[in-house]
Protein backbone atom coordinates (compact mmCIF):
# COMPACT_ATOMS: atom_id res chain seq x y z
CA UNK A 1 0.00 0.00 0.00
CA UNK A 2 1.55 3.25 -0.86
CA UNK A 3 0.98 6.33 1.65
CA UNK A 4 -0.14 10.06 0.18
CA UNK A 5 0.18 12.82 2.70
CA UNK A 6 -2.07 15.28 1.83
CA UNK A 7 -1.08 19.15 2.78
CA UNK A 8 -1.67 22.80 2.41
CA UNK A 9 -2.37 25.58 4.18
CA UNK A 10 -5.39 26.58 5.59
CA UNK A 11 -8.19 27.77 3.23
CA UNK A 12 -6.36 26.27 0.61
CA UNK A 13 -8.75 23.15 -0.36
CA UNK A 14 -7.57 20.15 1.59
CA UNK A 15 -10.62 19.86 3.38
CA UNK A 16 -12.94 19.37 -0.71
CA UNK A 17 -9.70 17.46 -1.86
CA UNK A 18 -9.51 14.93 0.68
CA UNK A 19 -13.22 14.77 0.57
CA UNK A 20 -12.62 14.00 -3.37
CA UNK A 21 -9.62 11.31 -2.58
CA UNK A 22 -12.52 9.57 -0.20
CA UNK A 23 -15.07 9.77 -3.31
CA UNK A 24 -12.32 8.03 -5.64
CA UNK A 25 -12.38 5.03 -3.10
CA UNK A 26 -9.13 6.09 -1.76
CA UNK A 27 -9.27 5.29 2.61
CA UNK A 28 -8.85 9.14 4.00
CA UNK A 29 -7.38 9.90 7.27
CA UNK A 30 -7.89 13.19 8.40
CA UNK A 31 -6.30 14.65 11.62
CA UNK A 32 -8.39 17.21 12.59
CA UNK A 33 -11.39 15.01 12.53
CA UNK A 34 -8.96 13.18 14.81
CA UNK A 35 -8.10 16.12 16.55
CA UNK A 36 -12.38 17.22 17.38
CA UNK A 37 -12.96 13.08 18.14
CA UNK A 38 -10.24 13.27 21.15
CA UNK A 39 -10.95 16.70 22.36
CA UNK A 40 -14.51 15.19 22.93
CA UNK A 41 -13.17 11.81 24.97
CA UNK A 42 -9.67 10.79 25.46
CA UNK A 43 -7.39 14.02 25.38
CA UNK A 44 -10.41 16.09 27.91
CA UNK A 45 -9.18 15.38 30.84
CA UNK A 46 -5.32 16.11 30.22
CA UNK A 47 -6.00 18.65 28.67
CA UNK A 48 -8.43 20.28 31.44
CA UNK A 49 -5.56 19.21 33.64
CA UNK A 50 -2.87 21.02 31.67
CA UNK A 51 -5.11 23.82 30.49
CA UNK A 52 -7.77 24.64 33.37
CA UNK A 53 -11.09 25.80 32.19
CA UNK A 54 -10.84 25.10 28.78
CA UNK A 55 -13.21 22.27 28.76
CA UNK A 56 -16.91 22.33 28.60
CA UNK A 57 -19.28 19.26 29.84
CA UNK A 58 -16.44 17.06 29.67
CA UNK A 59 -15.37 17.98 26.11
CA UNK A 60 -12.39 20.51 25.19
CA UNK A 61 -13.69 23.70 24.20
CA UNK A 62 -11.62 24.70 21.18
CA UNK A 63 -11.98 28.58 21.21
CA UNK A 64 -11.21 28.61 24.60
CA UNK A 65 -8.57 26.21 24.28
CA UNK A 66 -7.21 28.37 21.48
CA UNK A 67 -7.15 31.79 23.25
CA UNK A 68 -4.87 29.84 25.79
CA UNK A 69 -2.45 28.37 22.83
CA UNK A 70 -2.52 30.68 20.13
CA UNK A 71 -0.01 33.51 21.01
CA UNK A 72 2.14 30.90 23.49
CA UNK A 73 4.76 28.73 22.01
CA UNK A 74 5.20 27.08 25.38
CA UNK A 75 1.63 26.52 25.94
CA UNK A 76 1.03 24.82 22.06
CA UNK A 77 3.98 23.04 23.05
CA UNK A 78 1.99 21.53 26.17
CA UNK A 79 -0.68 20.96 23.93
CA UNK A 80 1.22 18.97 21.71
CA UNK A 81 2.83 17.15 23.58
CA UNK A 82 -0.67 15.75 25.21
CA UNK A 83 -2.48 15.30 21.74
CA UNK A 84 0.23 14.11 19.55
CA UNK A 85 0.59 10.83 20.67
CA UNK A 86 -2.94 10.20 20.72
CA UNK A 87 -3.02 11.28 17.16
CA UNK A 88 -0.37 8.91 15.94
CA UNK A 89 -2.28 5.76 17.51
CA UNK A 90 -5.31 6.78 15.43
CA UNK A 91 -3.56 7.07 13.04
CA UNK A 92 -1.51 3.61 13.05
CA UNK A 93 -4.67 2.53 13.27
CA UNK A 94 -6.03 3.85 10.23
CA UNK A 95 -3.38 2.39 8.24
CA UNK A 96 -3.11 -0.97 9.82
CA UNK A 97 -7.20 -0.72 8.66
CA UNK A 98 -6.74 0.11 5.14
CA UNK A 99 -3.85 -1.89 4.91
CA UNK A 100 -5.47 -5.06 5.76
CA UNK A 101 -8.86 -3.91 3.34
CA UNK A 102 -6.39 -4.22 0.33
CA UNK A 103 -6.80 -0.41 -0.57
CA UNK A 104 -3.55 0.14 -2.90
CA UNK A 105 -3.38 3.91 -1.49
CA UNK A 106 -4.30 5.43 1.77
CA UNK A 107 -4.44 9.20 2.14
CA UNK A 108 -3.16 10.79 5.34
CA UNK A 109 -4.62 14.47 5.40
CA UNK A 110 -2.40 15.99 8.32
CA UNK A 111 -2.48 20.19 8.01
CA UNK A 112 1.12 20.39 9.77
CA UNK A 113 2.55 17.61 7.82
CA UNK A 114 6.09 18.90 6.93
CA UNK A 115 5.97 21.15 10.07
CA UNK A 116 6.05 17.71 12.03
CA UNK A 117 8.37 15.76 9.87
CA UNK A 118 5.33 13.59 8.88
CA UNK A 119 6.37 13.80 4.63
CA UNK A 120 9.37 11.12 6.10
CA UNK A 121 6.44 8.86 7.14
CA UNK A 122 5.01 8.54 3.78
CA UNK A 123 5.28 7.65 0.02
CA UNK A 124 4.63 10.96 -1.86
CA UNK A 125 3.21 14.65 -0.60
CA UNK A 126 0.25 15.92 -2.28
CA UNK A 127 0.06 20.10 -1.84
CA UNK A 128 -2.79 21.53 -2.16
CA UNK A 129 -3.10 25.44 -3.25
CA UNK A 130 -4.90 28.26 -4.47
CA UNK A 131 -4.45 32.28 -5.23
CA UNK A 132 -3.20 34.13 -2.07
CA UNK A 133 -6.42 36.28 -2.83
CA UNK A 134 -8.98 32.78 -2.74
CA UNK A 135 -7.01 31.76 0.27
CA UNK A 136 -7.77 34.82 2.63
CA UNK A 137 -11.07 35.10 1.31
CA UNK A 138 -12.30 31.42 2.08
CA UNK A 139 -10.24 32.22 5.46
CA UNK A 140 -12.05 35.33 6.04
CA UNK A 141 -15.56 33.87 5.75
CA UNK A 142 -15.02 31.56 8.72
CA UNK A 143 -17.13 32.35 11.62
CA UNK A 144 -15.05 34.03 14.02
CA UNK A 145 -11.85 34.82 11.89
CA UNK A 146 -9.74 37.57 12.02
CA UNK A 147 -7.20 38.84 10.53
CA UNK A 148 -5.02 38.81 13.67
CA UNK A 149 -6.31 34.58 14.31
CA UNK A 150 -5.39 34.16 10.79
CA UNK A 151 -1.75 35.69 10.78
CA UNK A 152 -1.31 33.49 13.68
CA UNK A 153 -2.43 30.34 12.38
CA UNK A 154 -0.32 31.33 9.03
CA UNK A 155 2.81 31.79 10.93
CA UNK A 156 2.80 28.13 12.19
CA UNK A 157 2.82 26.91 8.76
CA UNK A 158 5.54 26.77 6.03
CA UNK A 159 4.63 29.38 3.20
CA UNK A 160 2.57 27.60 0.39
CA UNK A 161 5.74 28.35 -2.00
CA UNK A 162 8.13 26.06 -0.16
CA UNK A 163 5.40 23.53 0.16
CA UNK A 164 4.86 23.36 -3.78
CA UNK A 165 8.22 23.19 -4.03
CA UNK A 166 8.98 20.36 -1.97
CA UNK A 167 5.91 18.48 -3.08
CA UNK A 168 5.61 15.49 -5.17
CA UNK A 169 2.24 16.26 -6.89
CA UNK A 170 0.42 19.84 -6.03
CA UNK A 171 -3.36 20.23 -6.66
CA UNK A 172 -4.75 23.57 -7.61
CA UNK A 173 -8.09 24.03 -6.25
CA UNK A 174 -8.48 27.75 -7.45
CA UNK A 175 -10.73 26.49 -10.61
CA UNK A 176 -13.47 23.94 -9.11
CA UNK A 177 -13.95 20.71 -8.51
CA UNK A 178 -13.69 19.06 -11.95
CA UNK A 179 -10.09 19.76 -12.44
CA UNK A 180 -9.45 18.56 -8.81
CA UNK A 181 -11.31 15.17 -9.61
CA UNK A 182 -8.79 14.97 -12.98
CA UNK A 183 -5.62 15.82 -11.06
CA UNK A 184 -6.50 13.34 -8.32
CA UNK A 185 -6.95 10.46 -10.97
CA UNK A 186 -3.09 11.33 -12.42
CA UNK A 187 -2.40 11.25 -8.87
CA UNK A 188 -3.93 7.82 -8.22
CA UNK A 189 -2.33 6.72 -11.47
CA UNK A 190 0.66 7.49 -11.09
CA UNK A 191 1.03 6.45 -7.21
CA UNK A 192 0.17 3.28 -8.54
CA UNK A 193 3.53 2.61 -10.36
CA UNK A 194 5.83 4.02 -7.12
CA UNK A 195 7.97 2.51 -4.89
CA UNK A 196 7.41 2.46 -1.19
CA UNK A 197 9.59 5.44 -0.28
CA UNK A 198 8.10 5.76 3.60
CA UNK A 199 10.88 5.55 6.37
Known sequence: MRILGLTGSIGMGKST???????AGVPVYDADATVHQIYEGEAA???ETAFPGTTVNGKVDRALLSARVL???AAMQRLEAIVHPMLRAHHQQ?????????????????????????????????VVTTSHQ???ARILARQGMTDEK???LLARQLPDAEKRQRADFVVDTSNGLEP?????REILAA?????????
Open 17 to 23: TARLFAE
Open 191 to 199: TAKMPQRRA
Open 45 to 47: PAV
Open 150 to 152: LDA
Open 180 to 184: VRAQI
Open 71 to 73: HDA
Open 94 to 126: FLADAEKSGAPVAVVDVPLLYETGGDARVDAVV
Open 134 to 136: VQR
